[in-house]
């Protein structure tokens, strides 16, 4: 399971990140990426809001792709610089749930759900149902940009945008 830590600064990173894209809509609508993005070389959007990308690669293999912004979100008190100001790493990683043990996919979980449990009970589903979510936690539970197979940036949304149309233009795989 998570540690305490860990679960703390996931659940603070990410009420401070709903608190700036609220106060600053400084990502794209929701739909805009959805529908600029040219679907090639089986990939498709899983997140919207950081221009999320995923392809399978195989039974329990995806790659993902998204934006990050760069630094982390402001406190409640600090003013945001606003969408024109912000930049963001294009960060991407291949992800085999099939290589990862109970106990990391419960640390990949961790400040989405308290537990595999409480992801198999919000979904519905068994984990072994789930192994694309699995992946996905794991993809965004990295602490920071440096721990990516590949990071580009930093840059505006626009080229964060571009950036990554042409890392699936070129059907990128990060195999060695």
């Known amino acids: 399971t998570c540690s305490v830590?860990?679960?703390?600064?996931?659940e603070n990173y990410i009420r401070k990140f709903k608190i700036?894209?609220?106060?600053?809509?400084?990502h794209n609508p929701i739909g805009a990426f959805r529908r600029k993005v040219d679907y090639k070389h089986d990939f498709f959007v899983t997140d919207d809001d950081c221009m999320q990308?995923?392809?399978?690669?195989g039974k329990?293999?995806?790659?993902?792709?998204?934006?990050?912004?760069?630094?982390?979100?402001p406190d409640d008190d600090e003013e945001l610089s606003?969408?024109?100001?912000?930049e963001y790493m294009v960060v991407a990683d291949r992800v085999d749930v099939s290589e990862m043990t109970r106990d990391d996919m419960e640390k990949a979980?961790?400040?989405?759900?308290?537990?595999?449990?409480?992801?198999?009970?919000?979904?519905?589903?068994?984990?072994?149902?789930?192994?694309?979510?699995?992946?996905?936690c794991r993809f965004e539970n990295v602490?920071?940009?440096?721990?990516?197979?590949?990071a580009n940036?930093?840059?505006?949304?626009?080229?964060?945008?571009?950036?990554?149309?042409?890392?699936?233009?070129?059907?990128?795989?990060?195999?060695?």
């Open 143 to 150: 602490y920071d940009w440096t721990g990516y197979d590949y």
């Open 60 to 73: 329990q293999a995806w790659l993902f792709i998204q934006a990050l912004p760069v630094g982390t979100p």
């Open 53 to 57: 990308c995923c392809k399978e690669l």
């Open 153 to 176: 940036g930093p840059m505006k949304w626009n080229q964060a945008e571009q950036t990554i149309q042409d890392f699936i233009d070129r059907n990128e795989s990060l195999e060695g």
């Open 109 to 136: 979980v961790c400040g989405f759900y308290r537990n595999i449990s409480e992801m198999e009970a919000a979904n519905g589903a068994d984990i072994s149902q789930l192994m694309q979510l699995v992946a996905e």
């Open 82 to 86: 606003g969408e024109e100001d912000q």
């Open 5 to 10: 830590v860990c679960q703390s600064y996931q």
């Open 20 to 26: 700036a894209k609220a106060r600053s809509g400084f």
